[in-house]
């Protein structure tokens, strides 16, 4: 089983700054990673699939990069309805899930 | 639009087992994959196992082998899902998840979820 970590469990940032969270893979997943962000009581919508490839309809500021076993997600300027949860997923091999990222004010 | 309906809320006993289904619209049923997550109260997601409808095949994770079921019916663009033994531990919300294409890999669409809380 590849085991994906992210950090920090909670990052605790104001509106319209930058928010910077990572994702560790413990094998190389080559591109095959995914964004997820859920709000309470809603099921996960997907952000970025192929590291860096934004899903429809998602806002710009949204962005993702990285290979390999590091990976990050940087959404550029914090706006309120994006102070929620988010998990990376890689499916190089069958899915598994980081523990989530928690981002608040 | 594309739409997966689960099943309603279900309160089962330890030990006994709860088949949950999603019913797919908005797409060739065929065309896509299907897994299924959960999550247990305040907790991340994890992966159960998923199945592609068009080979019927079905891959498990690890911690799952041979206490859950995943098959799908093509008739009526629904998976199913169901989980045996249950144990306290198996209380959570339980998604149905689409990925696009003849693979479990990036999922495009989430169910609504189905609470299912094991409890005597």
């Known amino acids: 089983e590849i085991v994906m970590t992210q950090s920090p469990a909670t990052l605790s940032v104001s509106p319209g700054e930058r928010a910077t969270l990572s994702c560790r893979a413990s094998q190389s997943v080559s591109s095959n990673l995914a964004w997820y962000q859920q709000s309470p009581g809603q099921a996960p919508r997907l952000l970025i699939h192929?590291?860096?490839t934004r899903a429809t309809g998602i806002p710009a500021r949204f962005s993702g990069s990285g290979s390999g076993t590091e990976f990050t997600l940087t959404i550029s300027s914090l706006q309120s309805e994006d102070f929620v949860v988010y998990y990376c997923?890689?499916?190089?091999?069958?899915?598994?899930f980081g523990q989530g990222t928690k981002v608040e004010i | 639009q594309v739409q997966l309906v689960q099943s309603g809320a279900e309160v089962k006993k330890p030990g006994s087992s709860v088949k949950v289904s999603c019913t797919a619209s908005?797409?060739?049923?065929?065309?896509?994959?299907f897994s299924w997550v959960r999550q247990a109260p305040g907790q991340g997601l994890e992966w159960m196992g998923g199945i592609i409808p068009i080979f019927g095949t079905t891959t498990y994770a690890e911690k799952f082998q041979g206490r859950v079921t995943i098959t799908a019916d093509r008739s009526t663009s629904t998976a199913y899902m169901e989980l045996s033994s249950l144990r306290s531990e198996d209380t959570a919300v339980y998604y149905c998840?689409?990925?696009?294409?003849?693979?479990?890999?990036?999922?495009?669409?989430w169910g609504q979820g189905t609470l299912v809380t094991a409890s005597s």
């Open positions: 908005g797409g060739s049923f065929t065309s896509y994959a």
């Open positions: 998840a689409r990925s696009p294409g003849s693979s479990l890999r990036v999922i495009d669409y």
């Open positions: 997923q890689q499916y190089n091999n069958w899915p598994t």
């Open positions: 192929g590291a860096s």
